[in-house]
């Protein structure tokens, strides 16, 4: 029975980071999905309009991103919206790593080198995913 519930544990904190990482990853939309849900709450459209509104908002968020990295020709622009979309990626991937092995490591100057790869990483998974997004022509 306990060989049962360590390896449910196991697979539970797997997916845990699995969803910590895409939520990481789309940081910027998710942020202001919330915000938007926030604001639509607050003016009184209820629990489950503003979940509504807020998970379009964040679509949206998303969509719009793509679309301006995908039809914009200049590189200069190009980097601009991936450094708007990558940069709050990178504060998420840190601070998540930071919080995961805060207890774990005991010395901070490897807790920081993990928590540095990881926004790395997070920031570089999340070009990827805009990159990756499907251009106008493909619509």
């Known amino acids: 029975m306990i060989v049962v519930v ?6 539970l904190v797997g997916h ?9 990853t789309y940081a910027l939309p998710l942020m202001l999905g919330f915000a938007v849900a926030r604001f639509a709450y607050h003016t009184g459209s209820g629990a489950i ?3 509504f509104i807020g998970v379009i908002a964040a679509v949206a968020a998303f969509a719009v991103f793509a679309l301006l990295f995908a039809t914009l020709r200049s590189s200069i622009l190009r980097l601009a919206v991936a450094l708007v979309f990558a940069v709050p990626a990178v504060i998420a991937g840190y601070t ?5 092995t805060f207890e774990v490591i005991p010395s901070a100057i490897w807790r920081q080198i993990f928590c540095f790869i990881g926004g790395a990483l997070v920031g570089v998974s999340a070009l990827m995913r805009l990159a990756a997004s499907k251009t106008p022509a493909a619509w």
Not at 6 to 11: C, I, P, R
Not at 16 to 24: D, E, G, M, R, S
Not at 96 to 100: E, N
């Open 6 to 11: 360590m390896l449910m544990s196991v697979a």
């Open 49 to 51: 309009g503003a979940s």
């Open 16 to 24: 845990l980071c699995l969803v910590a990482y895409t939520l990481a």
């Open 96 to 100: 998540l790593v930071h919080g995961v």
